[in-house]
């Protein structure tokens, strides 16, 4: 079997260090160490004093205890902490899918699940969310691609790349498609809080259904992606079978990782963040709204309900990665190409930026942009 890249981590490995204006990151500008902190000089003795040793393997207890108070019946039992969802990806799938089984999945969608089933030999049933319907999932798709081999429907909500948060209705369609033949729901929930249009807070799939595995990052709703902390929430028997699996890929996050975040989710701190990541998402978007109105209909876009990324439809005669390669090497600035999401003539463009980030990107990829018309 041939290996497949991750195709969206790849160009971004290609691209990120060599341009002016990163616009790919899904999260919003990362906080700075003293800002999460705060101005408690406890706070920093008490990191400054801290061993650096292997923490709990499966994340200490604080951290978990927090984690658990986000998912309505869950306690520390339920938490494993991995590095980064990444890793939580990785261990579920290397957990639950064998040779031959088959997972069914959104499109566009962000794609590492995808990769690992299809790196495992695993076939990748994808079932369509529809632009003309704001990027809500065709439900009879959905019931069409899942079957009796299917063992996994993996779901990211609020979806990347477009922004999406399900309804009521489309959250019981996946459930009801699980239940009928038995799958697991691998629910990828890192926007969960990065809302955009609404205060309350994106509704998990955990709870609503036995076999969920729900995942959560500090990566993107809390700006912190250096920490490299990521977890999964699901049955206490599943969790153990998956944390041997993250004894072989990691052991476990860092110490310091382990309390800063830990110290990020607690009731008294989390609260600012979230706050702060929404002020990025809710000042960012309007700027590139603002400069697309102005483009004569070149571009068009459901706008997000949640994330900093909005996935846009442009009119030109030209491919996604072709066009992404050309803004980063005439315009500095980078932008995803639908082709990584499995959606071409679109590109994913990040706006949780400093509006003068934003004006300065988008005034050099206007100049680009003219010379393709
Ligand atoms: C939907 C989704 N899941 C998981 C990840 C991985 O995130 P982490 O930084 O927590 O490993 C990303 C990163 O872009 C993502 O967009």
Known sequence: MKFKPFDLEYTQSTWEQEVDI?????????????????????KVAALMATEINYPHVNGIPQLR???AALYDGASIDNVLVTVGAAEANHVIIQTLLEPGDELATQSPTY?????????MGCKVRPFRLVPEAGWQLDIDELNAQVN????????????????????????DAVIAA???????????????????????????????????????????AYGLPGLR???LVGPHATVEDIWRRHEYTTITATMLSNILASHALSPEVRP??????????????????EWMAKQDGLFSCTPPQASAVSFIRYQLDMNSTQLMEKLCREAGVFVGAGDSFGMDHHLRVAFGQDREVLEDAFARMEQTLESCL
């Open 22 to 42: 990163n616009l790919t990151e899904s999260g919003v500008h990362p906080m700075r160490l003293e800002e999460l902190l705060g101005d408690d000089p406890g």
């Open 65 to 67: 205890e927090n984690i």
């Open 111 to 119: 794609k590492q699940v995808w990769g690992l089933a299809q790196n």
């Open 148 to 171: 009796d081999r299917t063992r996994i429907i993996a779901i990211c909500n609020p979806n990347n790349p477009t922004g999406h948060i399900m309804t009521a209705a489309e959250m």
């Open 178 to 220: 699980a239940d009928r033949v038995g799958a697991w729901i691998l629910a990828d929930e890192v926007y969960r809080g990065a809302e955009r249009v609404q205060q309350e807070e994106t509704p998990s799939f955990y709870g609503r259904y036995p076999k969920v595995l729900a995942l959560g990052s500090m990566s993107k």
């Open 229 to 231: 902390i990521g977890w």
């Open 272 to 289: 600012r963040i979230i706050q702060r990541t929404r002020d990025y998402i809710r000042n960012g978007f309007p700027v590139l709204e």
